[in-house]
């Protein structure tokens, strides 16, 4: 099986200028070998997050989330929504979480300046009932232990931007970003925007688990092997930063740096959900609309929402499509 190893998977930038590190067919499964956030750096306790420091330290934005890409898909041409299927992320045994000093919504606040500092800790993965970590659970210990399901999801998932050049930590746009999104999992369909030849796709910055906003801007990070398969819708984009195909549902997917603010991107969500329903599934104009209003099992997803950030989704069920 074709695969990026990890030791070639550490871009901190994507652009269409960079040449293909794997080459797929259309169905052919490949795999992503990616490192976590920090380089792998924090996986002893007492480990701490420096933003100046290398790796990560820089003039404009820290050097974090290294991703594994291009992958050049063949039979996708520019103007194609590129689906890519995601089909296992086997994580390692650890990961780590943590704070950065002045970043999140406590920094500056008196109450929690006690913690508003550069931490890390370790948060072992130890296997579940099938004696594998696909079932398996988070442990963490800041003073007690606790322990949560493992939920594992790509952070980071993008294809080369029509011009230029984008960065792994703040970009968001038609390309996908760096959005945190827990939809973006194994057993999923993420649908992106390709405008170049071969759509060029890039992933990285796996989440153990996380929850909902991801708080802090710091997950259980993670490194992980990433198995996936793509296919191609021809003559067809995405609005907003990504589709998700579940297995019971779709999600329309915004952001507020990609929509211009919070509200828009909410707005986008909606409207792009309900063209969604007419144009591919023949649904009528005023029928979607209403769905929106009083369909109790429409929901919003709010998947980030941290200093800077904010991704929403509309998730609308299968089972009315008809």
């Known amino acids: ?44 306790e007492g480990a701490v997050p420096s933003v100046t420091e290398p790796p990560t330290g820089a003039r404009q934005y820290v050097r974090g989330n290294p991703v594994g890409g291009p992958v050049y898909v063949e039979g996708v041409e520019p103007g194609d929504t590129l689906v890519v299927d995601l089909q296992e ?72 931007p029509e011009r230029g050049v ?62 996936l398969s793509c296919q191609v819708i021809k003559g067809r984009t995405t609005p907003g930063v990504m589709r998700i195909e579940k297995p019971d549902s779709i999600v329309q997917v915004d952001s507020a740096r990609n929509a211009g603010g919070m509200e828009r991107a909410l707005n986008n969500c909606f409207l792009n959900m309900m063209r969604w329903l007419v144009s591919d599934f023949g649904m009528g104009k005023r029928e979607a609309y209403l769905h929106m209003t009083a369909n109790s099992l429409v929901r919003i997803n709010v998947y980030q929402f941290t200093s800077g950030f904010f991704t929403c ?3 609308f069920p299968k089972r009315y499509l008809g």
């Open 1 to 44: 099986m074709k695969r990026i190893t990890r030791d070639k998977a550490f871009h901190v930038e994507f652009g269409g200028d960079m040449p293909p590190e794997l080459r797929v067919g259309l169905g052919e499964t490949f795999v992503i070998e990616t490192n976590d956030n920090w380089w792998n750096l924090l996986g002893k």
């Open 89 to 160: 992320i086997a994580v390692r045994d650890w990961g780590w979480t943590g704070t950065i000093q002045g970043f999140g919504p406590i920094a500056g606040l008196k109450e929690w300046e006690d913690i508003d500092e550069p931490f890390s800790t370790v948060i072992r993965h130890v296997p579940g009932p099938s004696g594998t970590l696909r079932d398996g659970e988070a442990v963490m210990n800041v003073g007690r232990e606790v322990r949560w399901p493992l939920a594992p999801f790509l952070g980071v998932i993008v294809t080369a």
């Open 166 to 227: 984008e960065n792994t930590l703040v970009s968001q746009g038609p390309w996908g970003g760096n959005m945190d999104i827990r939809d973006v999992c194994a057993g999923h369909k993420i649908h992106l925007n390709a405008t170049h030849s071969g759509g060029l796709l890039f992933l990285g910055d796996v989440h153990a688990s996380q929850g909902d906003s991801e708080l802090t801007g710091i997950a259980d990070e993670t490194a992980a092997d990433v198995t």
């Open 313 to 315: 989704g509309v998730e």
